[in-house]
Every structure is written in structure tokens, then in C-alpha cells.
């Protein structure tokens, strides 16, 4: 693998583009003296973030890089028994978990990311070693599973289980039958650290949509859709309906905002106004998004109600609600800064 060492391949493709990127010295120092000394901030989807936070923040503490507070972090929500990240989520429609997730790391702005990945019980941790150990940035389905054995990351043979999958169909029949409109199908975990040195790092961790079509991949391991670092300005990350979210790059979008001066609670409102404007659903899209900034400041905003996002720092630790954005009305929630 060393021959092929990420390092190496990123050095010997990016010598031209090093001489044309010094102008953004300038840029680069005016950021840094807006540092605030609000730090560290661990920001994550859900409630079941929260946990998943005050980890990362001990991790932090105990010397570890913002890269490692996310993955331990996110391992914990992996193995916690969630049902919709880690194996022990959702099935696909042929009864099998198939797992998503990805990384990035600010400085030097790297990523990895697996998808349709079956029986790797850390997903997150595959991603980083896409990301570290390999040329590439995405590794899908077998592929991802073969690189992880090579890796020796833990597999479990959960090809299919027949006893899960029948509860799971059992409960769908339920479900419809008592006309339940929106069935909590689907969650994902994404985590952003922003460490005591200004630097910043994320990933993402989910089963995806359950009963989904074999192979189907949601936002949540492709880059600048469920997931985006700027390490010069801030990071965003999705949770919610995949498919609305990739279809605009919305995570992206939401750093792209913040680039321009809006604070994270306005950036990730206003990208969701702006996918709602064009797109057939309204703002029936499903999404949600947390959002942090290079001064520590944070927020988030959703398309459903209440949306809970966790943030923690050295003084608190907290689920809150995230902007509430919908057709009817759009109630104003608090920029948190
Ligand atoms: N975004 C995930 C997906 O579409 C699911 C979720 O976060 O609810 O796969």
C-alpha cells in the first residue's frame, strides 16, 4: 500500500496547484485572528449524538487530533445498538444492512468515504483508512469490503437475517395499517469537531433508507453532499432524505454560505430555501443540517420540526432545536452564536 501512499499521490499531483494557492495567504490570516476562544465545539445530528460528542471532547482532552474524536466518536454510535447506523440499522429491501459513511480532515483537506458496505461492523473507521491509506477517496460495496478485511477491520456475516428482516417487514405492515404518515425510517449520525487549534474534521455514519433498493447510496459518504469541511471557513453536514439532499450538493452549499458571511444557523436555512424554491417538493424535502463555523459558532435548521442536533464544549453539553423551515410558515429559531 505504501506505494501507493495517499501522501505521495497528493504531493505529485498538487506541485502546480501549490504556486497559484499562496495568494490565499492574505485570506488565511484575517480568518485566523477571528478565532474566538470558544473552542473546542463538537457539533452532531440527533440526540443520540450527544454521547457520541461528550466522547469526542474526551478524546480532545486527552490529546487526540479532531480526526480521532470524530471516528471514536461516531464508533460509538455505531456500536451502540442505533437503529439506523452501524449493523445494527435498517435493512435494504433484501433484508441485509448495506452502510454508508465518510470522513474529512480540514488541514489538508483529505476525505474518505465507503458505501453499500456489508458486514464491517466500523464503517467510519473504513472510511479513514480510504482516506489515509489508499490513493483514492471512495471505495464502494465488495471493494470496500474486501479493503477493510485487508485492513483487518472487524467483519461480522450478517449477509442476511431472516429473524430481523421479518420484525422489520412485520413493522411496516403495522405502520400502514395504522396509517402512520411519517415512519421514523431512517437517521444518520454526522459529527464535526472544531479543535482547540481552529482545525476542523467530520464524518457521517448510517444504514440509509430502510427497505432501500440493493446498492442504492444516500448524501450521508459522498462529499459536499452529506458532508463538507472548509477548514479555512466551517463545515456542514446532512441528515434526512438523501436523495434531496445530493440532488443540490447541499452540504457544500452550506459552507459556501457561511464563506459569504451568513452565520451556520442562516446558511443552513438559507440552502434549504433555496432547494425549496426550485425544487417540485417544496419544502416537503426531508432534510436537516448542522453547520459550524471557524469562530466556534454553530447552529442548524431543517424541514422538520424540532429537528434535535447535540453540541458540546467545555461548558456544555446540550441537545437543541434546530431552525424549523416548512411551507406553511417558517418559525424564526435562534442563531446560536
Ligand atoms: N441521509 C441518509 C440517507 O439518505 C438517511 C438519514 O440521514 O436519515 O441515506
Not at 456500536?79 to 441485509?96: D, E, F, I, Q
Not at 449520525?189 to 464524518?203: E, F, H
Amino acid at each position: 500500500m505504501n506505494n501507493f501512499s495517499r501522501r505521495n499521490f497528493l504531493r505529485k499531483t498538487s506541485i502546480a496547484a501549490a504556486t497559484t494557492s499562496l495568494g490565499m495567504g492574505c485570506s488565511t490570516t484575517y480568518r485566523t485572528n477571528l478565532i474566538t476562544n470558544r473552542k473546542p465545539v463538537i457539533i452532531s445530528t440527533w440526540a443520540f449524538g450527544k454521547p457520541a460528542n461528550e466522547l469526542a471532547l474526551q478524546i480532545l482532552q486527552d490529546g487526540g487530533s479532531a480526526l480521532d474524536a470524530v471516528e471514536q466518536g461516531i464508533r460509538l454510535v455505531e456500536s451502540s445498538g442505533n437503529t439506523s447506523v452501524g449493523l445494527s440499522g435498517k435493512p435494504n429491501a433484501a433484508g441485509v444492512p448495506q452502510l454508508d459513511a465518510c470522513i474529512m480532515n480540514g488541514p489538508g483537506h483529505s476525505a474518505g468515504s465507503v458505501a453499500g458496505i456489508e458486514g464491517v461492523v466500523h464503517p467510519i473507521t473504513a472510511a479513514r483508512l480510504v482516506m489515509e491509506k489508499t490513493p483514492h477517496v471512495m471505495l464502494v460495496g465488495q471493494g470496500a469490503r474486501w479493503f477493510s478485511e485487508q485492513q483487518g477491520l472487524k467483519i461480522i456475516d450478517n449477509s442476511q437475517d431472516e429473524k430481523r428482516y421479518a420484525a422489520w417487514l412485520a413493522k411496516q405492515k403495522n405502520n400502514s395499517q395504522n396509517k402512520v404518515k411519517k415512519p421514523d425510517n431512517h437517521d444518520t449520525v454526522t459529527l464535526i469537531v472544531l479543535d482547540n487549534n481552529g482545525d476542523i474534521a467530520g464524518g457521517c455514519s448510517t444504514s440509509g433508507l430502510s427497505g432501500k433498493i440493493p446498492g442504492r447510496v444516500g448524501d450521508s459518504p459522498i462529499i459536499g453532499s452529506g458532508l463538507y469541511v472548509d477548514n479555512e471557513v466551517g463545515a456542514a453536514g446532512a441528515t434526512g432524505l438523501g436523495e434531496n439532499v445530493m440532488r443540490y450538493c447541499a452540504s457544500y452549499q452550506v459552507v459556501e454560505n457561511m464563506r459569504q458571511g451568513m452565520s451556520p444557523t442562516e446558511a443552513c436555512s438559507e440552502t434549504i430555501k433555496r432547494i425549496a424554491r426550485t425544487d417540485p417538493l417544496g419544502m416537503d424535502l426531508g432534510i436537516n443540517f448542522i453547520a459550524i463555523n471557524k469562530q466556534g459558532e454553530f447552529g442548524a435548521a431543517g424541514t422538520q420540526a424540532n429537528f434535535p442536533y447535540s453540541i458540546t464544549t467545555k461548558e456544555f453539553s446540550e441537545v437543541r432545536k434546530g431552525q424549523a423551515l416548512s411551507n406553511a410558515h417558517q418559525k424564526e429559531g435562534g442563531n446560536e452564536r
